[in-house]
T-cell receptor
Framework: EAGVVQSPRYKIIEKKQPVAFWCNPISGHNTLYWYLQNLGQGPELLIRYENEEAVDDSQLPKDRFSAERLKGVDSTLKIQPAELGDSAVYLC?????????????FGQGTRLTVV | AQKITQTQPGMFVQEKEAVTLDCTYDTSDQSYGLFWYKQPSSGEMIFLIYQGSYDQQNATEGRYSLNFQKARKSANLVISASQLGDSAMYFCAMMGSGNQFYFGTGTSLTVIP
């Protein structure tokens, strides 16, 4: 069975440009997470979906970040416009449900560099 | 608020030896889960082991075991018989009532031949 698939793996853009990341979770997983990981740090939650509903987006910078999960499967995360400080790894993860005894499976991430 | 603390930025271990990676946590939740993930240089977070707050026995998965001390709020990862492929970043994480994973800052493990 395929794991969590993210694309692209790497992206370099100039500041003020838009960028989008795509995530395909494991089939049947209802919960989808987007995490931001800065160099030398642990991942930090940006947004969590239960099916197609964003149930926790309190840490998403809504002035420039947006996300969607159409039909409760694939998800996209967009930044517009990108800033130098957005350079980081963006990780997508999915789990069967959002309960505390359920591990999440992560994709390989998208490494964004804003120049 | 929930917090994970990993106090060892870097660790070295001789091949075939055992190593313990420290993790302490802070939460007011009664029910929570503790997880360890491995992140090699490729970037993917690989799930290693899980411990539930009500589990009476320490979790084990192959060469990985979790030394869970609830009263001390610690969940240390023990890797036995270290292999060169174990060299990676290791993250401790917790999930409680907020239904999101809180991660520590990670420990970089280097296995020396």
């Amino acid at each position: 069975e395929a794991g969590v698939v993210q694309s692209p793996r790497y992206k370099i853009i100039e500041k003020k440009q838009p960028v989008a990341f795509w995530c395909n979770p494991i089939s049947g997983h209802n919960t989808l997470y987007w995490y931001l990981q800065n160099l030398g740090q642990g991942p930090e939650l940006l947004i969590r979906y239960e099916n197609e509903e964003a149930v926790d987006d309190s840490q998403l910078p809504k002035d420039r970040f947006s996300a969607e999960r159409l039909k409760g499967v694939d998800s996209t995360l967009k930044i517009q416009p990108a800033e130098l400080g957005d350079s980081a790894v963006y990780l997508c993860a999915s789990s069967l449900d959002g309960w505390a005894n359920t591990e999440a499976f992560f994709g390989q991430g998208t490494r964004l560099t804003v120049v | 608020a929930q917090k994970i603390t990993q106090t060892q930025p870097g660790m070295f271990v001789q091949e075939k030896e055992a190593v313990t990676l420290d993790c302490t946590y802070d939460t007011s939740d009664q029910s929570y889960g503790l997880f360890w993930y491995k992140q090699p240089s490729s970037g993917e977070m690989i799930f290693l082991i899980y411990q539930g707050s009500y589990d009476q026995q320490n979790a084990t998965e192959g060469r990985y075991s979790l030394n869970f001390q609830k009263a001390r709020k610690s969940a240390n990862l023990v890797i036995s018989a270290s292999q060169l492929g174990d060299s990676a970043m290791y993250f401790c994480a917790m999930m409680g009532s907020g239904n999101q994973f809180y991660f520590g800052t990670g420990t970089s493990l280097t296995v020396i031949p």
